[in-house]
């Protein structure tokens, strides 16, 4: 199990389109160079934070999966796919970030609702 | 403790947090005033050598605070580290919405409007599905924090 964050959005715009914009300068990072080939290097600068990582699939103009992380800190994944949707596209998006230490599925977080503990956790 | 990077100590709070038994342990320190490995060990189906063995896990982690009273350590919990995983998925959503409302006044100003059920949809999840969730209207600006999560345990 892991971190997970995930997003869609629709655009009217073509899959080229938008695989465009999104692995152009400005949008991953402001300067973004991506080796466009399973292995290949990846790079975003913003704001004079550098961002390093590698590509791990490409399948252009629809998926496009790589890793990053600044510095030593734990790297993260990140998944695009842009479908053709609806006179348009779809954009989805999933960051996750490994926890490879111990296995999380089906584990009830404090927080989670419908796990009996105390009040004390649920509010933590 | 203090000197691990944030995302490091995540992965030990949800670690410590993925028994079952450190759970309901975690739970019961929760509802008592700083109880003993002893007392503990007597609310719960497993002897006071197991307890320290979880508790010295939880502590690991950053979840548990030990004070010495008397003979007996004291054990209170602690809940700033599990904000930590909170703290990333908060942050990295924030980075996302942002992105994307760069994307829609890029590509998406304009002539035709979305489909019906085309709508946006955002989904952050810590092995937890109702966690903090940034309104697409919150794009461009940082999220603001999970109402779920509060600094302050209700007891303590």
Redesign the interface.
């Known amino acids: ?1 892991t ?11 073509t899959p080229q ?2 695989w465009d ?2 692995t152009s300068d ?3 990072g402001d300067r973004v160079s991506l080796e466009l080939r399973p292995g290949g290097d990846a790079e975003f600068e913003s704001d004079g934070e550098l961002r390093t990582g590698w590509v791990e699939d490409v399948s252009m103009p629809e998926r496009l999966s790589f890793w990053w992380a600044v510095g ?3 790297a ?1 994944r990140v998944e695009l796919r842009i479908l053709e ?4 596209s ?2 989805r ?1 999933v ?1 996750t ?1 490994p ?6 599925v089906g ?7 419908g796990v009996g ?5 649920v ?2 | 403790m203090s000197k691990r ?1 944030p ?2 100590r ?3 709070v ?2 410590a ?2 028994d079952p038994t450190r ?1 309901a342990l ?3 320190i ?2 008592h005033p700083a109880p003993t490995a002893t007392e503990l060990a007597a609310q719960l189906p497993i002897s006071r050598q197991a307890v320290l063995k979880h508790l010295n896990a939880l502590a690991e982690a950053g979840l548990l605070d030990r004070s010495r009273s008397g003979r007996e350590v004291r054990y209170r ?1 602690t ?1 700033g580290p ?1 904000s930590d ?1 909170v703290d ?2 908060t942050a ?2 924030a980075e ?2 942002e ?2 409302a ?3 006044r ?3 100003a ?6 019906s059920g ?14 903090a969730r940034p309104s697409p209207r919150s794009a461009g600006r940082p999220a603001p924090p999970p109402s ?3 600094s ?5």
């Open positions: 199990m971190d997970r964050i995930e997003r869609e959005l629709w655009l009217p715009a389109e938008v914009a999104v400005g949008w991953l030593q800190e734990p993260s949707r609806d006179n348009g779809r954009l998006i960051e970030r926890l490879d230490r111990l296995d999380l584990v009830p977080l404090p927080g989670a609702g503990y105390g009040p004390a956790l509010a933590a | 990077e995302e490091d995540a992965g030990a949800f670690g947090l993925s759970r975690l739970a019961a929760a509802e919990f809940p599990l995983a990333w998925m990295v959503g996302w919405d992105r994307l760069v994307l829609r890029q590509l998406g304009g002539t035709k409007s979305a489909p085309a709508a946006e949809r955002s989904t952050t999840s810590a092995g937890s599905r109702d966690r779920r999560h509060r302050t345990p209700a007891a303590g």
